[in-house]
């Protein structure tokens, strides 16, 4: 059974540092992994997805880097920001283009001016 | 547009109440989901929607009814609730099922069950 674990489970920084959130997963035959964002009380918002096969992906100040091998992902934030204050959930997808998607319990990230 | 609505946006019920979840897309995915969150916990899986058929149920308990009319219309109808039922209910889409691609969620639905 897939077990996804990110860390830290808390992050409180000031505003303009950079940082690193941490996702492993017990699995590596996943088919992708995929990082969301969620503000207390809202729904998900998907921010990068990583096919199995790719080593990163980047969108603004966000890069999540992938290594299947070892089961593990990390989420860069770049030049943090009040507004990125939320919860960032790791996911990943089993081994096939069908598989559900597995979530870890998240890391609440606060971002202090 | 790339939204998922759902209604209500709170809910209260008693245990012996019926009441129904409804979620909206209108991105023409074929493929609707239902997740169950409980505070301070990841989204749990629950139905899989494919082409307006269920496709997977993930052992959820008969108390709780899914419904896709039609493409673009997710239902959750529930009856009999017990109070540990209480959570935060996502609903998401994506394209297809079966493609691995992102889904898109909503901002759910909060149940309590008194």
């Not at chain 1, 920084?13 to 503000?39: H, K, M």
């Amino acid at each position: 059974k897939q077990e996804v674990t990110q860390i830290p489970a808390a992050l409180s920084v000031p505003e303009g540092e950079n940082l690193v959130l941490n996702c492993s997963f017990t699995d590596s035959a996943i088919y992708n992994l995929q990082w969301f964002r969620q503000d207390p009380g809202k729904g998900l918002t998907s921010l990068l997805l990583i096919q199995s096969s790719q080593r990163e992906q980047t969108s603004g100040r966000l890069n999540a880097s992938l290594d299947k091998s070892s089961g593990r992902s990390t989420l860069y934030i770049a030049a943090s920001q009040p507004g990125d204050s939320a919860t960032y959930l790791c996911a990943v997808r089993g081994g096939t283009s069908y598989g559900k998607l597995t979530f870890g319990q998240g890391t609440i990230l606060t971002v202090h001016p | 547009d790339t939204e998922v609505t759902q209604t209500p946006k709170h809910l209260v019920m008693g245990m012996t109440n019926k009441k129904s979840l409804k979620c909206e897309q209108h991105m023409g995915h074929r493929a609707m989901y239902w997740y169950k969150q409980k505070a301070k916990k990841p989204p749990e899986l629950m139905f899989v929607y494919s082409y307006e058929k269920l496709s997977i149920n993930e052992s959820v308990p008969s108390r709780f009814s899914p419904e896709c009319p039609n493409s673009s219309l997710l239902n959750l109808h529930l009856h009999a609730l017990q109070p540990e039922d209480s959570a935060l209910y996502l609903c998401a889409s994506s394209q297809a099922h079966g493609q691995g691609e992102t889904q898109y969620f909503g901002p759910g639905t909060r149940l309590l069950v008194l």
